[in-house]
């Protein structure tokens, strides 16, 4: 009998093994003073650019997207506050945020080649989120370094990684 006990119980454990998930926060913190959560998950896109990563942002009810993006080159514009990013979730659902201020370029030597990296934050609702959570990022329009649209068709297994990351923002 207690044999069989163990086996079900090993059977079990391993069919939930595989469905659990590991949330890994660049901040993952309650505020001492409100009880906030505060996490931050980071999300790589791979793409045309050196690198390019996605961060979802959460204090307390307050959301946040951030984009931070590399390029080959020294560029010197800055994008502006106000500058839309628009993406559609897996659920069809178009999402549209503004920044909330300016990104100016940092320039940093890359073992002797020069890249512009840009960090611009977006607000968004806690549904954009849910959105997200639920079916991932299937597309998105940024305005770019050069202040042009870039459209990004984001691979099949980074939807997955966009929707897994967005899930951890609630747990």
């Known amino acids: ?15 939930f093994s595989g469905q659990a998930q590991i949330c890994k926060y660049v901040v993952n913190e309650k505020d001492p003073l409100t009880d906030d959560i505060i996490r931050t998950v980071k999300t790589r896109l791979t793409g045309p650019t050196p690198f390019y990563y996605f961060y979802y942002i959460r204090n307390g009810s307050d959301y946040k997207f951030q984009v931070e993006v590399g390029d080959y080159g020294e560029l010197s514009t800055s994008i502006p506050k106000g500058s839309e990013l628009v993406m559609r979730a897996g659920n069809g659902k178009v999402i549209r945020m503004t920044s909330i201020d300016k990104a100016d370029p940092e320039v940093i030597n890359d073992f002797g080649s020069k ?18 959570a639920e079916s991932g990022i299937v597309f998105i329009r940024i305005k770019d370094m050069k202040n042009t649209f870039s459209d990004q068709e984001i691979p099949e297994a980074v939807v997955q990684i966009s929707k897994e990351n967005a899930e951890c923002i609630f747990k």
């Open 1 to 15: 009998m207690r044999l069989k006990s163990l086996a079900i119980i090993s059977l079990i454990l391993v069919a």
């Open 115 to 132: 890249i512009t990296q840009y960090k611009v934050t977006y607000q968004m609702t806690e549904q954009d989120m849910t959105d997200i």
